[in-house]
């Protein structure tokens, strides 16, 4: 098989390429860029599935970045484990057709306990006091070890939350290179998280975000003259692009002012309590899941949706089979919402009753994605907290604003603007639009052609 690296630069579309990134605007012009259709959910699990499976969310069962689990009745983001994805995956097949073949997925997600033979995925260390360590997972186990030793500790806190930068993409790049130089692996699948930052903050605002256009193009541009150095087929893409928004939907609490949602106080403050409610709302950017535990409230969850006025489409399971979204684990509903709107997790009607968790980046603990957790109430009251840290003392670094407006870009609904759709690029042209399960066939291609 050919050797071939796919490199995911997240966030990627025509709205970002152009001045600010030299490297990648030349490489363009040179090789052929093709428009890939939004999935829906076009958020980061759903499409890297799609991508790796060739399937639609209807059949890998990968309906969203989280969702509802009914018999844990929990609300479960950023799960890792492959085995929540229900089909093969490309390097399965490829290992049936030739046995020397050899698989490193460098960030991609839910790369825990995969048969990848190389993998390297984000997770903290938690100990027992509540402190949670930068960390990594690799397999094989050693992996990780080696390249902490190399590269210095993974950058946990620069790969998201308000100290999200350059530092967790370049550091995966220089991981890929080091497994390469190591394994000499036949496909390499590389995360490159940079450009969801910038953009989920300040939306496509160029001048605003030239700094960071400039700092993934220099890292791009590394990979591939490495890979290319390495004899590797190259081919680079995106999940999404991501377009501007200012108006931040909070369905979830619609749902509580009309006696939806079930509410548990502790210690003053207020969690939701999905396996009570009747109904409730799992958010994930401009996608939605409604689970109604209670059937005799759907026609009350319809018409208070009809009233929302930036809800673009309420999809029932008929509805969803024909969006390829229909499964288990989706919504009774399943939502998306017009342009320039998103929607929240968010249950509380007075921000001083909000969960402990709301004012910390906790992406397993809140019941849905919180993109507010990339901004900071002051920089002030963070060096405080971590003064506390370095003398010893317990903290909780509950520096995260509850202003949803904050957010200025977004992403996960299928009508948008072509500017804003994901883009594929490879060294030969393809002749269509694609849909996200296509990505398959392209990577099966450049291994097998």
Not at 6 to 29: C, E, N, R, T
Not at 140 to 164: M, N, S, V, Y
Not at 270 to 282: H, I, M, N, T, Y
Not at 425 to 442: M, N
């Amino acid at each position: 098989m050919h050797k071939t690296v796919v490199i995911d630069i997240v966030a990627l579309s025509a709205s970002v390429i152009g001045a600010h990134m030299p490297f990648l605007q030349k490489y363009i012009a040179e090789n052929h860029l093709t428009t890939i259709e939004p999935l829906l959910p076009a958020v980061t699990t759903a499409v890297q599935s799609s991508y790796l499976t060739g399937k639609y969310p209807s059949e890998n069962g990968i309906v969203g970045n989280g969702w509802y689990d009914h018999a844990d009745a929990e609300i479960k983001f950023w799960k890792q484990s492959n085995k929540l994805v229900n089909a093969e995956k490309i390097w399965d097949q490829a290992k049936k057709e030739d046995p020397d073949f050899t698989c490193a997925n460098m960030f991609w997600w839910y790369n825990m306990y995969s048969t990848a033979d190389f993998s390297v995925t984000p997770r903290p260390n938690y100990l027992a006091d509540g402190r949670k360590l930068p960390d990594c997972y690799s397999q094989p186990a050693e992996l990780r070890d080696h390249l902490q030793a190399k590269l210095g500790q993974f950058p946990l806190f620069q790969f998201w939350g308000p100290g999200a930068n350059i530092k967790s993409t370049k550091w995966i790049a220089d991981a890929s290179m080091e497994t390469e130089k190591l394994h000499n692996p036949t496909l390499t699948l590389i995360y490159l998280p940079h450009l969801d930052y910038c953009l989920q903050k300040f939306g496509p605002e160029l001048d605003k975000i030239s700094t960071e256009l400039k700092e993934i193009d220099q890292v791009v541009e590394e990979l591939v003259r490495f890979y290319e150095s390495r004899g590797a087929r190259i081919i680079l893409l995106s999940e999404y692009g991501i377009a501007p928004v200012n108006k931040p939907i909070h369905l979830n609490r619609l749902f509580r002012e009309n006696g939806l949602i079930q509410i548990r106080e502790e210690r003053g403050l207020e969690l939701l309590d999905p396996g009570a409610s009747k109904a409730f709302v799992v958010a994930d950017h401009q996608v939605a899941h409604v689970y109604i535990n209670d059937k005799s409230v759907t026609e009350q969850v319809k018409a208070l949706l009809k009233s929302v006025p930036d809800i673009e489409l309420v999809l029932d399971k008929a509805e969803q089979g024909k969006h390829h979204i229909n499964h288990e684990r989706s919504g009774d509903l399943v939502l998306t919402a017009k342009e320039n709107s998103w929607f929240t997790y968010y249950f509380w009607l007075d921000d001083a009753k909000a969960p402990d968790y709301a004012r910390v980046v906790d992406i397993h603990k809140k019941p849905g994605y919180d993109p507010v957790e990339m901004f900071m109430t002051s920089k002030l009251r963070a060096g405080y907290k971590l003064l506390r840290k370095k003398a010893g003392f317990r903290y909780v670094m509950d520096v995260i604003p509850l202003d949803a407006t904050l957010v200025k870009g977004s992403h996960g609904s299928i009508n948008v603007a072509d500017q804003f759709k994901p883009v594929l690029v490879t060294s030969k042209a393809i002749d269509k639009t694609l849909q996200a399960p296509d990505v398959y066939q392209v990577i099966w291609d450049s291994l097998t052609v």
